[in-house]
């Protein structure tokens, strides 16, 4: 099994790293060689951890071995699968699909890691709309057991059956949606949780630790609800809550999140958040 992945940053190099481990020859694509450099180093970490805790048999070394990097789309031109996780724009994930669509086999699966976006509305810019699927997967991709397989009103039951199969094949424990709803199954929960979360807070009635003592000790969260914000970063939260919001949902929004983004401090990547990570 060949399989593609588009965008190396948070996401991508973790989907590559997953699919690298359960066998798969992986070739990962970026528009730099600087975001492909950190990438590696990203996942030889992570894999060292993941070896040395007996998760994986084999050596960082011989898992990364299968793992090809290239700015170029041309090492896609054999792959059976391909999964694109750029950020969340969609203009940016079109010209993305574009590319893959000319250069993957006819037959390949074109699949988005988009927390949002909805699939058809990407598919609709290749030849193959009905072999266009979403495969979402959660951070970190390599712990994360979760990976929501959402088809659009145009993808084949083949094609939705077939990343089902391929999540099982990545060890991961899929949720197949019936229909694109705004945010799939998991992010209108999580969405929800931090704009309760963040009221709380904003009212006075408890302070940012005191609500995450009680989502990891009531809850059983493995991290407070404002760790957590901080771990998958402010802007993604925020821009997550706007395409929802903007597909129907109810604005319940909090505006902390809006002011922790506007003074950039956005979380674990940005080295402050609600939290300091110095
Ligand atoms: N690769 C390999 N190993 C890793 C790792 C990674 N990327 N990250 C952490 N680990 C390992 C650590 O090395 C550690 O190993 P040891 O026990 O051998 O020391 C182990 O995992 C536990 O890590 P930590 O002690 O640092 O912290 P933890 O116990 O809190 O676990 C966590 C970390 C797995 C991330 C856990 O906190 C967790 O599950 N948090 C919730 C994450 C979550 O909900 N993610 C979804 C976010 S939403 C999203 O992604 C989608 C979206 O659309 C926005």
């Known amino acids: 099994m060949r399989i593609a992945v588009v965008g190396s940053g948070t996401m991508g190099h973790g989907i590559a790293e997953v699919a690298s481990i359960s066998g798969m020859e992986v070739k990962l694509i970026d528009i730099s060689w600087d975001i492909l450099n950190r990438a590696k180093q990203r996942m030889e970490e992570s894999l060292k951890r993941l070896y040395d805790r007996g998760t994986i048999k084999e050596s ?67 030849s193959r709309k009905e072999r266009v699927i979403g495969m979402h997967f959660f951070n970190p991709p390599p712990l994360m057991k979760l990976v929501e397989v959402i088809p659009s009103k145009y993808t084949t039951e083949e094609v939705t059956n077939f990343t089902v199969d391929l999540a099982k094949k990545m060890g991961k424990v899929p ?57 998958v970063g402010l802007d993604v939260v925020v821009d997550l809550w706007k395409v929802i919001v903007g597909r129907g949902a109810k604005d319940v929004s909090c505006s902390s999140y809006n002011k922790k983004v506007e003074s950039k401090e956005l979380g674990v990547k940005a080295g402050k958040g609600f939290y300091s990570y110095q």
């Open 60 to 126: 960082p070394e011989q898992v990364m071995r299968r793992i090809e990097m290239s700015t170029s789309y041309e090492v896609a031109k054999e792959v059976d699968f391909a999964i694109e996780a750029v950020p969340e724009i969609l203009d940016l994930k079109r010209k993305v699909f574009e590319q893959l669509d000319k250069i993957t086999p006819r037959d390949a699966v074109l699949a988005t890691n988009t927390s949002s976006i909805p699939i058809s509305d990407i598919g609709e810019i290749t």
């Open 175 to 231: 949720v197949r949606l019936k229909v694109e709803v705004p945010g799939f199954v998991s992010n209108r929960i999580f969405l929800r949780l931090l704009q309760e979360a963040c009221r709380e807070v904003e009212s006075g009635e408890a302070t940012v630790e005191e609500v995450d003592s009680a989502a990891r000790n009531k809850l059983k969260l493995p991290m407070g609800i404002f760790e957590l914000a901080d771990y």
